[in-house]
């Protein structure tokens, strides 16, 4: 399995910035597809945004314009670079990885966006 360590989580002020990093290890393989969801008081998990190892992205229409995903060269860390956040991005984001064996996910990381 892949082990995944979330960072970057706070509180902001509506409008500011934060950007969530998610380092991978353990296994690996030629593809795989890094993103991240967020969760909201045990609602439903819902997609935010997601890379591709050959680097194409897609991001929910709610986040489009504002959040950015990217991943170092070594495809084993990824970020989501989130602007002009809104109060209902608040949740708990999760990092996910998907490769041949299934899906891996990170403990999660608060971001709470104060209005």
């Known amino acids: 399995q892949v082990q995944l360590v979330e960072s970057g989580g706070g509180l902001v002020q509506a409008g500011g910035s934060l950007r969530l990093s998610c380092e991978a290890s353990g296994r690996s393989s030629s593809f795989q597809v890094m993103g991240w969801y967020r969760q909201v008081n045990g609602n439903e998990r819902e997609f935010v945004a997601g890379?591709?190892?050959?680097?194409?992205?897609k991001y929910a229409d709610s986040v489009k314009g504002r959040f950015a995903i990217s991943r170092r060269n070594a495809r084993n860390t990824v970020f989501l670079q989130m602007n002009s956040l809104k109060p209902e991005d608040t949740a708990v984001y999760y990092c996910s990885f998907v490769g041949p064996w299934g899906t891996s996910w990170g403990q999660g990381t608060q971001v709470t966006v104060s209005s």
């Open positions: 890379i591709y190892s050959n680097g194409i992205t």
